[in-house]
């Protein structure tokens, strides 16, 4: 697609469920980056992706939060048993290059997560 | 670790003003700075970056330029539009960061006819 693509866009989930984030990004890029945006603040680093290639996740809040991205495109991040302080915007960015590369992030919309 | 501080929102310009941004920045490496905009209803969009100190970036009319000795990235444009209101986020990344994005708060900007 033309650009980074984000789903559903909005989720609303009970306390104690599960939910699943997709994240499709540009096609051809190597890296791939989930960040979660609380309401009034800036995005906070969770987890990236070379490839296929988990090579950082020291972002994630807790072992509640798992990402994957098993043939190097999409990506999805689950979050087991949500809980209220999960609510914020998930946000996924892609850029064509790999480690070291200052390139520009493109990001998506966003998936916006209320747990009630 | 790194970090990024800008200045607290929401600022209110009229048309035509000229705008500061103030972003501060704690790096332990050599970063790279950039500033993201985020319109209303819209994904987070590069603005402008700086890979090295002294660098300018600019875009749209907005510059901003990598200042070493005061560890700063401050962003300004001399006359400012309505379509210029949205949330700006100043950001780094370095090699101690894995090159992931460190961002500030963000700064909303409104700009009134």
């Known amino acids: 697609g033309a650009g980074v693509s984000q789903s559903p866009r909005y989720k609303v989930a009970k306390r104690g469920q599960d939910v699943a984030l997709r994240c499709d990004p540009i096609?051809?890029?190597?890296?791939l980056f989930w960040y979660q945006q609380a309401l009034g603040q800036g995005p906070e680093f969770l987890t990236y992706?070379?490839?296929?290639?988990?090579?950082?996740k020291s972002g994630l809040p807790s072992d509640r939060f798992f990402a994957e991205r098993p043939e190097g495109s999409v990506s999805t991040l689950k979050i087991q048993r949500t809980q209220q302080e999960d609510s914020a915007v998930y946000l996924c960015?892609?850029?064509?290059?790999?480690?070291?590369?200052?390139?520009?992030?493109?990001f998506g919309e966003g998936s916006r997560l209320t747990v009630l | 670790g790194n970090s990024v501080t800008q200045m607290e929102g929401p600022v209110t310009l009229s048309e035509e003003a000229f705008l500061t941004i103030n972003c501060t920045y704690t790096?332990?490496?050599?970063?790279?700075l950039f500033w993201y905009v985020q319109y209303p209803g819209e994904g987070l969009q590069l603005l402008l970056k700086?890979?090295?100190?002294?660098d300018k970036g600019s875009n749209k009319g907005f510059e901003a330029t990598y200042r070493k000795e005061t560890t700063s990235f401050h962003l300004e444009k001399g006359s400012v539009q309505v379509s210029d209101s949205a949330v700006y986020f100043c950001?780094?990344?370095?090699?101690?960061?894995?090159?992931?994005?460190?961002f500030g708060k963000g700064t909303s900007l409104l700009v009134t006819p």
């Open positions: 960015a892609s850029s064509r290059g790999g480690l070291a590369n200052t390139g520009e992030l493109f």
């Open positions: 992706f070379q490839n296929e290639a988990q090579l950082d």
């Open positions: 950001a780094l990344s370095d090699r101690n960061s894995g090159y992931a994005l460190n």
């Open positions: 700086a890979t090295k100190a002294d």
């Open positions: 096609s051809g890029h190597v890296s």
């Open positions: 790096a332990t490496g050599y970063p790279s």
